[in-house]
């Protein structure tokens, strides 16, 4: 499975390490279906404010009542909660699922869907994390005489009073019931912070929007093998929908009575892809890709399912072959052909793009799989049918991935059949890798009592799909300033490198950098073991301080949902922003923005790659550059005037103690 791309190179740490773990974005669980329940489905779009980079909320629940005079304390409260498979949200707080506002303007995005007694509820509650209800990032212009691109703490303007919208919402047995949210976050007068790091207060005002304009609706029925009448009575039988060529699970439907029903969010311009699969109760794993879905479209698919069979596991250990050492959160994958492509070959690397993932399994520190489940989610691979042959995909940032036929077994000690010619344990692998070995440079030696951490990512040359990252950032002190770093990658190909800064801000992690980014392209990677100890490629240039800077208000002519600007350095790609906000939005102005250090960039506006419509994509298409790429710079900020007797509260320093000043804003020319 390709990695995917990191939205900014000062934060793809973070992102990083939850990268096969991660469901933030698109974090939906699957709830069983209940006897006399219905099913309440409940997603958010946003009204930000602007000039901001990120605007991130903290959401800990949706909770309905059937009376409008309801109180906090009424017993009648039901509540849709976080998704199980966040555990602990963004905000570090548990139970917190935190979305960027910024990019649910014009498409929503599903909080989560659970099982309430049917009933007419009247009274819609949203609930947010109440000690850090959210965070702003302003691009530079926007933070006006303080510091942007830093963290600004959100706080309510009345934060005891209930964020509540008197609705009707009636829920039915074995219905499905959607509602979506309009969170409209506004800067109340006065409340921009007077001091750099303050808080903004904020006032969160939710509206019901018109699920028309934003969800499609897919439907059907599950046959039995040969069609005809539809199983109605199978428990634990779902649907479930996941963005096109990935396992990223966006919404999962009960099948009650033979029937299903997912909302989907849908782009209204070129519409949306999704991959659905029928799985549960020992049913064999079915696949479809749909044709891209628009706003108020209803979609019919059906499933033939084969007679009940019983369910088994597939376990193993996954590890480097060449240390031996356990690989700890190794994804594994497993495949079957879409229904309109029943003969494409899942086991080959050149088609495998166009087959479904059904099920994921992730490695734990030993490197053992699956992890465990809960009574809400179980382990999806100790709940495999047993007889199909399936195809298993396994993956690890830096190694090379893995595709064999694979059969599940009754036997938890056996584990599956894996019929690849290992020796038993069947389903233990070890993954082949090749390694670059560098060295990075600083402008000048970490100041007295500070350091500099960075990370390094590697991604395949010429493109934006990051393959790799270091374990753990390097660390360089005062004493040197230079480091060397070894890095796993696949075996095939050559790779774009760049190293990224680990800043601090005012003691904090600050998720944009205040160093310069380095590069080097097309590095051939070498291919021993063990791993290389002279280095022998050198990232271009040194690292500097040079402190914030932005691109802002850039402009995209006649964009779509499918439109995303690349910045790039010197040939080597290193963000990606999304053109926003689009119709629906209420007021779409077609921009993209960067934080990043200040420096010598190309932007180049790319475009994603949609089918006919009404025609199922065969696989996942990258998007194609559109024009050449424009030279922007972006402007370093003035020194502050004096030299500081203790390290500077910004994100570095310079020679001599000054620190950089407020950091500026580029507007470049349209593209």
């Known amino acids: 499975m390709k990695i995917p791309r990191f939205s900014r ?43 901001f980079q990120n605007a991130l909320v903290n959401v800990i629940s949706v909770r309905l009542n059937p009376k409008t005079t309801a109180v906090e304390s009424d017993t009648r409260w039901v509540t849709i909660p976080v998704p199980s498979l966040v555990g602990t949200g963004s905000s570090g707080k548990p139970g917190d699922l935190q979305f960027d506002l910024n990019l649910i303007q014009s498409v929503p995005q599903l909080f989560n869907t659970a099982t309430v007694k049917p009933n007419h509820y009247m009274l819609v509650e949203v609930i947010l994390d109440n000690q850090r209800p959210g965070t702003l990032v302003p691009v530079c212009s926007s933070a006006g005489p303080l510091e942007g691109c830093v963290n600004y703490p959100m706080v309510l303007q009345s934060p005891g009073t209930p964020l509540t919208i008197a609705i009707p919402v009636p829920v039915t047995k074995n219905k499905l019931t959607q509602v979506i949210i309009t969170l409209n976050v506004a800067i109340t007068n006065g409340g921009a912070p007077s001091v750099t790091g303050g808080a903004y207060t904020v006032t969160v005002t939710p509206t019901v929007a018109v699920q028309s304009n934003l969800l499609a609706t897919v439907t059907g029925s599950t046959h039995g093998a040969s069609g005809g009448k539809p199983k109605k009575n199978v428990l634990g039988l779902s649907v479930t929908a996941e963005t096109m060529g990935t396992n990223t699970i966006i919404a999962s439907a009960p099948v009650s009575g033979g029937i299903y029903t997912l909302a989907l969010p849908a782009a209204g311009d070129i ?82 793009a166009q087959c479904v993932s059904v099920a994921t399994a992730t490695t734990d520190n030993n490197g053992n799989y699956p992890l465990p489940g809960t009574a809400v989610s179980p382990a ?56 670059i070995v560098g060295t990075l440079n600083l402008n000048q030696n970490p100041p007295p009592g500070t350091n500099v951490m960075f990370q390094v990512f590697a991604e395949n040359t010429g493109t934006n799909t990051i393959q790799s990252a270091l374990p753990t950032p390097i660390t360089i002190r005062p004493s040197t300033n230079t480091a060397n770093f070894t890095l796993n990658v696949p075996t095939k190909g050559t790779f774009d490198l760049f190293a990224s800064a680990i800043d601090l801000f005012q003691g904090a992690t600050d998720p944009y950098p205040g160093h310069t980014i380095v590069v080097k392209a097309n590095v051939t990677p070498q291919k021993v073991c063990p791993a290389p100890t002279m280095p022998t490629e050198t990232l271009v240039g040194t690292m500097d301080c040079v402190g914030h800077g932005s691109i802002a208000l850039g ?10 600007v690349q910045l790039s350095k010197n040939g080597v790609d290193l963000m990606s922003a999304p053109v926003i906000p689009l119709p629906p939005a209420p007021s779409p102005n077609n921009t993209f923005s960067f934080c990043t250090p200040a420096d010598d960039y190309d932007v180049l506006r790319f475009q994603a790659a949609f089918p006919t419509p009404g025609v199922s994509p065969v696989e996942p298409l990258p998007p194609t550059a559109v024009g050449t790429p424009q030279a922007v710079t972006i402007i370093a900020p003035d020194p502050e005037p004096s030299a500081k007797p203790s390290p500077c509260p910004t994100t570095c320093s310079f020679t001599g103690g000054t620190c950089p000043g407020v950091c500026k804003n580029t507007v470049p020319d349209p593209l």
């Open 9 to 51: 190179a000062g934060a793809a740490l973070t992102a990083f390490f939850a990268l096969n773990l991660s469901v933030l974005i698109t974090a939906f669980t699957a709830t069983p279906a209940l006897a006399a329940k219905g099913s309440v489905e409940v997603g958010f779009i946003a009204v930000p404010p602007q000039g």
């Open 271 to 352: 519409g949306t892809l999704y991959d659905v699969y029928v799985s549960g109760s020992g049913v064999s794993y079915m696949a479809d890709r749909l044709p891209a879905l628009l706003p108020g479209s209803m979609t019919n698919v059906s499933f033939d399912v084969a007679k009940q069979v019983k369910l088994g596991s597939i376990q193993g250990k996954i590890a480097d072959a060449c240390t031996g050492l356990p690989l700890q959160g190794a994804t594994l994958q497993l495949l079957v052909p879409p229904a309109e492509n029943s003969s494409a070959d899942c086991t080959a690397t050149d088609t495998a």
């Open 380 to 435: 999806q691979f100790n709940n495999v049918p047993i007889g199909p042959t399936f195809t298993m995909q396994i993956s690890a940032p830096g190694y090379d991935t893995v595709l064999t036929p694979v059969t599940a077994s009754g036997n938890t000690k056996q584990g599956g059949k894996c019929t690849a010619g290992n020796p038993t344990p069947d389903c233990d692998f070890a993954l082949t890798t090749s390694y």
């Open 555 to 564: 402009s995209v002519s006649n964009p779509n949902s499918g439109t995303t």
